[in-house]
């Protein structure tokens, strides 16, 4: 058994150095006398259902870019890095992306709805953490490498991905459902809800790719096929001032006068562009 860490893709690398920079600007401003600054960033940044209903709605987004404290933040960087760097290199960086910050938004949607069902959460209760992009990654590296074994640090043992998932999905889940003192899981279950739904029901990159490609390609075999017609004509509009005759076929193909018109259209070649 090796023992390899993933890569610092793109995106994931561009996420760290955000998140973290926001927590050292933020542990960096009390100590700068400016403690009420930071206080105005969380009042204004954190999730807070009550304040996302009057209009605050930009807080379904930067909540994200908040964290308690040092293990909260290593915590949700460590799970970006060693599951999102492999997302990120199997679907390219936008879809990537997509994924994060939609699991992002699912999570921080289902927090205000759920709040306001004064079932799980509390509508004046505050969520911070990137713990929803979090978990929608860790949902579509279960979904898209199921079958891959991932080792359940700190136990000694290797167990696949998918059960792996399963076993989070139940152990949040039940701690959603018991309150979860100061944690949101209400939050990681809206995470893992909305990326298995991206992931199960949005676009396939191998299709996308594949219709992106036959769209470029027609376009541009299309746009040599005009250019060699234009040429075609310019120059037989040439060769006629010079008192001689040329002609070329509708695709651009030179006719050679002593010869019979052939299937592929009269030209000398049978390829097109």
């Given at each position: ?238 060769m006629s001032k010079h008192d001689r ?29």
């Open positions: 058994m090796t023992l390899s860490l993933p890569p610092f893709t793109r995106a994931v690398t561009w996420l760290l150095g955000i998140n973290t920079g926001i927590f050292l600007i933020m542990q960096l401003l009390p100590m700068l006398h400016l403690g009420i600054v930071s206080g105005y960033i969380d009042y204004y940044c954190d999730l807070t259902p009550v304040m996302v209903v009057h209009g605050q709605i930009w807080q379904l987004v930067t909540y994200s870019l908040l964290h308690l404290n040092l293990m909260h933040l290593l915590g949700n960087m460590l799970g970006l890095w060693m599951f999102g760097s492999a997302i990120e290199s199997a679907w390219g960086t936008r879809r990537f992306l997509e994924l994060y910050w939609i699991g992002v938004v699912g999570a921080s949607v289902t927090t205000v709805v759920l709040s306001y069902s004064h079932l799980l959460g509390n509508p004046n209760h505050s969520t911070i953490g990137a713990s929803g992009g979090v978990f929608a990654i860790l949902i579509g590296f279960g979904v898209l490498f199921g079958d891959n074994e991932i080792m359940m640090i700190p136990f000694p043992f290797l167990i696949r991905a998918k059960y792996f998932i399963g076993i989070l999905i139940f152990i949040t889940l039940a701690l959603a459902m018991a309150g979860g003192g100061n944690v949101a899981y209400v939050a990681h279950l809206g995470g893992l809800f909305f990326g298995w739904l991206y992931v199960r029901r949005g676009p396939k990159p191998a299709l996308v790719d594949i219709g992106f490609a036959e769209r470029y390609y027609g376009m541009r075999n299309s746009y040599y096929r005009w250019k060699r017609r234009r040429a075609a004509k310019k120059f037989e509009v040439y005759q040329v002609h070329f076929d509708e695709h651009g193909n030179y006719i050679p006068p002593d010869d019979d018109p052939k299937g592929n259209g009269g030209g000398k070649s049978g390829w097109v562009n």
